[in-house]
């Protein structure tokens, strides 16, 4: 069975700081492992995605994720953050069989 | 050009009515899905359809049914509203297969039963 697990439900940075949101999955295959962005009264959308290939994986708004398998994580990062990066982050794994499992989000508040 | 669109975007409602939402997908995929996302932002999937048949039937009380008239549209209608359906459903959908299998979501339908 698949599970993901995000640690910190709010995680605050400031402004100009470095992001980093963390998530780890469960899986009896192998997975492919995705982050969304949701912002205040949207739907989500796709930051990035790891499928196969290189482990490092380059999103949209300059931010990137690395699969470790040995650690079964794939936190997103961002080295810089600005204020539009306020949002709801959810990390979500995909066996592959059309079922998503999603963890239960990050708020990332950035800071002035 | 709307990839993945969802009517009514908000339904305010009283207990026991019933309620249709919509979902449209022009991405030509095969697979559909309903989320329902709580207050505290769980998502939560409750149904998946892969070429109008149902695949994933999640532990979902019988008064929601999907239905789906063709692969790019998966409506759900929910019978007897209760105080606790209040929540936004996320309609999304892929095309399954390898390195393809993304969802896309749409916007969302706030639903508030009163």
């Known amino acids: 069975a698949q599970s993901v697990t995000q640690l910190g439900s709010h995680v605050s940075v400031s402004e100009g700081a470095l992001v980093l949101l963390r998530c780890n999955y469960s899986?009896?295959?192998?997975?492919?492992l995705f982050w969304y962005v949701q912002y205040p009264n949207q739907g989500l959308q796709l930051l990035l995605k790891?499928?196969?290939?290189?482990?490092l994986v380059k999103g949209i708004n300059g931010f990137e994720a690395e699969f470790k398998k040995s650690e079964t994580s794939f936190h997103l990062t961002k080295p810089s953050a600005h204020m539009s990066d306020a949002a709801e982050y959810f990390c979500a794994v995909s066996d592959n069989f059309n079922k998503f499992y999603f963890g239960s989000g990050t708020k990332l508040n950035v800071k002035p | 050009d709307t990839a993945v669109s969802q009517t009514p975007k908000y339904l305010v409602t009283q207990m026991g009515n019933d309620k249709s939402i919509k979902c449209e997908q022009n991405?030509?995929?095969?697979?559909m899905y309903w989320y329902k996302q709580d207050s505290k932002k769980f998502l939560k999937i409750m149904f998946s359809y892969n070429n109008k048949e149902l695949i994933i039937n999640e532990t979902v009380p019988n008064r929601f049914s999907p239905k789906s008239p063709d692969k790019a549209h998966l409506n759900l209608h929910i019978n007897s509203l209760e105080l606790g359906d209040s929540a936004v459903y996320f309609c999304?959908?892929?095309?399954?297969?390898?390195?393809?299998?993304?969802?896309?979501f749409g916007p969302g339908t706030r639903l508030l039963v009163l």
């Open positions: 790891y499928t196969t290939g290189a482990t």
């Open positions: 991405l030509g995929h095969d697979t």
């Open positions: 899986s009896s295959v192998p997975p492919y």
């Open positions: 999304a959908s892929s095309q399954a297969g390898g390195s393809q299998e993304t969802q896309y």
